[in-house]
């Protein structure tokens, strides 16, 4: 049939796409290696590839970055000196009763317990963390910490911690290097579409299912 023909045309391509995913990725984990050994000998962090681009070696520089691992911890910090910056989220039991109790009493919460949780905004926590915060190395561990510059000198802040972002590689193409090789897939598609052997479209006879002795199917009476 003609569609099961395109149909495996189709799955030899995505066949093929596997294959150059995977020689892609072995190729990035060599090239990666080479990279960073190269870089350690000799504080290159920038090689061309030919006459295709050129190869980065990107982020090993870079500072930490901050990140709030117990969002709890540092909105509590947070709160007292940034309140705008914190909302409380109180969670109270679902069922209709209670959430009616809790709006028509809602001074004394109806005898209800509630579980109080203190959540910082990420957008105005941010600029409180580059205004207040700054990192200093641990002089017993070695480990970076995110301390406030208190008038008493540095406070740990609970809840940030820092991480590096690993160092990558990344390939930059040559000016007209992309459309190029757009151009090539463009009409390297276009040719095996052309020399495809693809049959005309078979034609089915449509037929009445039947069941047992003539009668009609069961999914024919299902559908009467």
């Known amino acids: 049939m003609r569609i099961a023909t395109i149909a495996t045309y189709l799955a030899e ?47 090993h520089s870079a500072p930490p970055k901050v990140i709030v691992d117990k969002p709890g911890q540092f909105a ?37 317990e509630a579980d109080v949780e203190l959540v910082a905004d990420l957008h105005q926590a941010e600029a409180w963390i580059d205004e207040h915060t700054s990192l200093r190395t641990d002089p017993d561990t070695g480990d970076r910490q995110v301390v406030e510059m208190t008038e008493s000198g540095p406070l740990l802040v609970p809840g940030l911690n820092t ?19 757009m151009a090539l897939g463009e009409q390297a598609a276009e040719a095996e579409l052309a020399d495809a052997e693809i049959p005309d479209a078979e034609i089915v006879e449509d037929h009445e299912p039947e069941g047992m002795n003539g009668e009609p199917s069961a999914d024919e009476i299902g559908d009467r």
């Open 76 to 112: 509590e910090h947070l709160a007292p000196r940034k309140p705008d910056a914190v909302a409380a989220r109180i969670t109270i039991p679902g069922d209709p009763s209670t959430v009616e109790a809790v709006l028509a009493a809602i001074r004394d919460w109806a005898g209800v």
């Open 163 to 181: 991480i590096r972002s690993a160092p990558r590689l990344v390939f930059r193409a040559a000016k007209g290097v992309q459309a190029d090789w």
């Open 13 to 59: 391509a995505m066949r093929d796409e596997a294959i150059v995913k995977a020689r892609i990725a072995a190729w990035r984990r060599r090239a990666t290696e080479a990279a960073q050994a190269e870089h350690q000998r000799s504080g290159s962090d920038r090689w061309p590839a030919a006459d295709l681009g050129t190869i980065t070696w990107e982020g």
